[in-house]
Structures are given as structure tokens and as C-alpha cells.
């Protein structure tokens, strides 16, 4: 099965190669990068669903080809970051007098200190809504929900959560997920809309499920060693999934329609990286 997916990826690459010129250290670059992944997988055949093996070769592909596809400076992912952040403050979406908010932004620092990326500056804001959510945007812009705070039951969780958006940002899934959306529609006819959150929705929308739902447990492993790192208790880390399922129906068509993972196989990952 390996060596098909390998053979699968070289073909692609091999295509793409030929048609933009792209030099053959670069190729064998990214074919490297690919089965030192490939190697770390086997933590979805213990905690994962039956389809997220697969998925995450097909994955690795994927985000190969979109790393290629489409360069986005630094200075334009920052641009977008500001603009929507900047809508949210026209609208008047920002909770700046939240009495959680110096913990969070405390969090966060400690958070960023053990990211490998270092060129890029974080931020976090937190949204007045009552949806239970948190997400990341280009230029290392974070938000989480006042729902999402009332949610939780410690800090320790929270800094889960804050590690699993800022691992987003640094192994690009939202520059990617930029890339799909560019690819597939007009970003910049989009970013004269008068609805901006759409544009947040829509980008967190442009996934190719199952398949993307990787990109939530790559999150949710380097989230777990920054908090980790940043000295949080990693037995709350799963405490968000436990609450979460509750209220998770599992089927089918859920799996093969879902961004994110269920919650129960999200929390076997977190107690298999404690064991581990």
C-alpha cells in the first residue's frame, strides 16, 4: 500500500514538475517530506476512524500540490489576517473587556514561545458569540468565542485550544486552505464583501472532507506538545472532547461530510500521546 501511494505521489509531482519547471532537488525535497509523514501515521491506526489511514496519505498529497500551486508572501497572508481583523472591530465583534482576556493573551505567549515558525507574530481576540469555536486566520490573527470560554472548565484546556490554532498556522493548513479558496473562486472579489465573517466561514468550509480532517489531528498533536511544552497539565487536554461528545452524533455520512474528527476519536489521540 506504501509503495502505491509513493508511486502515486511521484506521478503527480512528476506532472507537475514537467509543467512548471519545478527543479528536481525541490521534488526530492518534498518526496522526503512526504514519507517522513507517511512514518508518523501509524498514530491513526490506533485512535482514529477507519477512514483517516487512508485519508492522511491522500492528504500528504494534497497539500504538496497546494504548496506548489500557489505562494502567498508573508506581507499578503499578513494583509488578510489585519482586513479581517479589522472587520471585526468595524462590527464590533471584539470582547477587549473580557475578564479572561489577560489569561488568554498570557496563554498565548507561553503558547508561541515553543513554535518552531518563528516569523510569524500572534495575536489573539475574542469574538462575542455564544457559538462554541475557535479558529486561525493568515498573518498568526486567533479568535476564540465567549462561548467557547464559558464552555471550558480550565485554563489547562484552554491552552489545548490555543495550541491547536496555533499549530494552524505554523504547518500552513490556513495558508492551504487560502490556496483552495484562491484556486477556486475570486479572494479578492471576496474581500469587498460586506459580510467579511463569511469569508472566515467559507475559508473554514473549503475542505475536501474526510480528507482535511487530518489537517485537525496534525493540530491537535503539535497543539498538545506546545501546551505541553508550555507547562500545562496535559490529563485536561481531552477534557473539551469528553464534554464535546456528548452532544456528537457518530454516522457515516457525519464522517464523510465533517471538517473536524469526532470528538471520542480526537480524545483517544490526546490519551495516546499521554501514554506515549
Same mark, same amino acid.
Not at 464559558?150 to 490556513?174: C, R
Not at 457518530?250 to 499521554?274: G, N, V, W
Given at each position: %500500500? ?5 508511486? =502515486?505521489?511521484?506521478?503527480?509531482? /512528476? ?23 507517511? !512514518? ?23 497539500? #504538496? ?5 500557489? #505562494? ?11 482586513? %479581517? ?34 516569523? =510569524? ?5 475574542? /469574538?462575542?458569540?455564544? !457559538?462554541? #469555536? ?15 470560554? #464559558? ?29 483552495? /479558496? ?10 469587498? %464583501? ?39 497539565? =496535559? ?20 464522517? /464523510? ?20
Amino acid at each position: %500500500m506504501r509503495h502505491k501511494l509513493l508511486a =502515486v505521489f511521484f506521478y503527480s509531482f /512528476l506532472q507537475i514538475t514537467l509543467a512548471q519547471e519545478i527543479s528536481i532537488d525541490k521534488l526530492e525535497d518534498a518526496l522526503a517530506d512526504y514519507t517522513a509523514k507517511i !512514518e508518523h501515521a501509524a498514530v491513526l491506526q490506533d485512535c482514529g476512524h477507519a477512514f483517516d489511514g487512508p485519508a492522511f496519505f491522500y492528504k500528504q498529497v494534497e497539500n #504538496n500540490w497546494l504548496d506548489f500551486a500557489l #505562494n502567498i508572501s508573508s506581507d499578503s497572508k499578513k494583509n488578510i489576517g489585519r482586513d %479581517m481583523y479589522n472587520r471585526y472591530v468595524t462590527l464590533g465583534q471584539l470582547d477587549n473587556t473580557h475578564s479572561a482576556k489577560p489569561k488568554v493573551e498570557e496563554i498565548l505567549q507561553r503558547i508561541v514561545r515553543n513554535v518552531p515558525r518563528k516569523d =510569524v507574530s500572534y495575536r489573539i481576540s475574542i /469574538l462575542k458569540s455564544e !457559538e462554541i #469555536n475557535a479558529f486561525a486566520t493568515l498573518g498568526g490573527y486567533l479568535y476564540i468565542t465567549t462561548g467557547l470560554l #464559558n464552555f471550558i472548565d480550565s485554563y489547562d484546556e484552554l491552552a489545548f485550544i490555543i495550541g491547536h490554532e496555533v499549530a494552524h498556522e505554523d504547518k500552513f493548513h490556513t495558508q492551504r486552505k487560502v490556496t483552495k /479558496l484562491t484556486l477556486s473562486t475570486d479572494l479578492q472579489g471576496m474581500t469587498r %464583501m460586506d459580510g467579511f465573517t463569511d469569508i472566515a466561514n467559507k475559508i473554514n468550509r473549503t475542505f475536501s472532507p474526510p480528507f482535511d480532517q487530518i489537517d485537525e489531528y496534525e493540530a491537535d498533536k503539535v497543539g498538545f506538545e506546545l501546551a505541553k511544552a508550555a507547562g500545562y497539565d =496535559v490529563n485536561r487536554f481531552a477534557d473539551f472532547f469528553r464534554k464535546l461528545e456528548r452532544y456528537q452524533k457518530q454516522d457515516l455520512i457525519k464522517k /464523510l461530510t465533517s471538517t473536524h474528527p469526532f470528538a471520542e476519536h480526537r480524545k483517544k489521540c490526546i490519551q495516546s500521546y499521554i501514554n506515549q
